[in-house]
């Protein structure tokens, strides 16, 4: 993930920024808010605003983003043809598994052939899993610092300089992060949703429970050149 544009100056004091000025909390929160409204914009989307959604990383902000790159790019409808050469291969690769190893033979339970929109519907709830914890660990830390910041010299004098109450901006602060993330990682899925030939390439575990299934339009691009049978690709 691309980095967010801010970080914790180097001071000992948590009151003053480098150059021993008092930090500047309102400036910072503008500062973030400007960055989200950047980032949505070169989406072509509108920014969050900054009503709570008790999700630490908001998941329709994740999938937004990532359709949004997925369109761009282009995402071809399954097609009967489709699931019917995918579930092919998937039998001739189970008559050897089963030879050759000892695993029981997994169970079907999902579309064995997916549109690339397909993959980010199917693998977001994966993704929310794994990444949610850094956005709720990132924003303790920020409002953590915040608290240090106003602890010595006092609350009701440091709100006064900031002119939001504390407990406001830190509020603020966790949906700005987690919008800021939800936005990075929508990134991230929609690039690698133009890439990945099946559910588990990326080698997390995105799926519940876990079922073979290929991206068929990523197949036949990635095969193009190999100069190898489709059918054996996809086996």
Known sequence: MAPFGFTPDNSDDPEKNN???PVDFA??????QAQIQQQFSALGMSAPGFTQSGEAMPKNIVRETAKKFVTAKGSAPIGANDV???E?????????LNEATFFPQSVATGNPAMARTD??????TGWQICVEPIAIGLAAAISDLLSEATGESG???AESAMQLPVGMIA????SFIGSLIATQLGQSIGGLAANVTGTHDVGLPLVEPVYPSLVPQNIDE???DLNIPMEEIRI
Not at 88 to 96: C, D, G, N
């Open 171 to 174: 509020t603020l602060l966790r």
């Open 155 to 157: 609350q009701n004098e």
């Open 19 to 21: 150059n021993g000025e």
């Open 27 to 32: 400036a910072m929160m503008e500062q973030m």
């Open 84 to 86: 019917a050469r995918i």
């Open 88 to 96: 092919e291969a998937f039998s001739i690769a189970e008559l050897w």
């Open 222 to 224: 990635w095969g193009q």
């Open 119 to 124: 993959w980010v519907d199917t693998t977001l």
